[in-house]
């Protein structure tokens, strides 16, 4: 009977090393924005956080861009990239901001969704992975894509036109 039979790193091989992204080895490259879960937490507030990091969803028709019809562009509210434009806003009426196109190809992208006994496409921000919302297809809303982006106001920032581009002054 020996102490030295059992080697005293055996057990903590992997105790320090960080949990890898789920997406790690599947050859996509990875968000732009990479941060900590600690470090999301301290700069959105706990329902962006519930929303965009834990892939919440806000209530339906207390969005505070549900019925917004102002001019801009939509950004996600966790790293300030341009997502959405209010030419694609619609009124869906389902209690969330609706867009039947994202701004460019490339800015979102898309993740099957099977939770909660569902078959749903979810949409995440390109460049820093958070939680968006849905987008639905086929429902009869007669847009040009017969897509429905149904995306969380929490999830956006609404730029105005006006702030981003001032008038020309007149000459
Ligand atoms: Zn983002």
Same mark, same amino acid.
């Given at each position: 009977? +020996?102490?030295?039979?059992?080697?005293?790193?055996?057990?903590?091989?992997?105790?320090?090393?960080?949990?890898?992204?789920?997406?790690?080895?599947?050859?996509? !490259?990875?968000?732009?924005?990479?941060?900590?879960?600690?470090?999301?937490? +301290?700069?959105?507030?706990?329902?962006?956080?519930?929303?965009?990091?834990?892939?919440?969803?806000?209530?339906?028709?207390?969005?505070?861009?549900?019925?917004?019809?102002?001019?801009?562009?939509?950004?996600?509210?966790?790293?300030?990239?341009?997502?959405?434009?209010?030419?694609?806003?619609?009124?869906?009426?389902?209690?969330? !901001?609706?867009?039947?196109?994202?701004?460019?190809?490339?800015?979102?992208?898309?993740?099957?969704?099977?939770?909660?006994?569902?078959?749903?496409?979810?949409?995440?921000?390109?460049?820093?992975?958070?939680?968006?919302?849905?987008?639905?297809?086929?429902?009869?809303?007669?847009?040009?894509?017969?897509?429905?982006?149904?995306?969380? +106001?929490?999830?956006?920032?609404?730029?105005?036109?006006?702030?981003?581009?001032?008038?020309?002054?007149? +000459?």
């Amino acid at each position: 009977m +020996s102490i030295f039979g059992k080697s005293v790193f055996g057990n903590k091989a992997t105790d320090s090393i960080p949990t890898p992204s789920p997406e790690a080895g599947t050859g996509a !490259p990875g968000p732009a924005v990479r941060k900590s879960d600690d470090e999301w937490r +301290s700069e959105l507030t706990p329902e962006e956080y519930h929303v965009l990091r834990q892939a919440g969803t806000e209530r339906p028709f207390t969005g505070e861009y549900v019925d917004t019809h102002t001019e801009g562009v939509y950004q996600c509210r966790a790293c300030g990239a341009e997502l959405f434009r209010s030419n694609e806003k619609f009124d869906s009426h389902c209690g969330w !901001p609706s867009f039947w196109a994202p701004l460019a190809d490339g800015t979102v992208r898309y993740i099957h969704d099977r939770t909660l006994g569902m078959d749903r496409v979810e949409v995440r921000c390109t460049n820093c992975d958070s939680h968006l919302g849905h987008v639905f297809a086929g429902e009869g809303y007669g847009t040009p894509t017969d897509q429905r982006y149904c995306i969380n +106001s929490v999830s956006l920032k609404l730029v105005p036109r006006s702030t981003r581009e001032p008038a020309p002054a007149e +000459s």
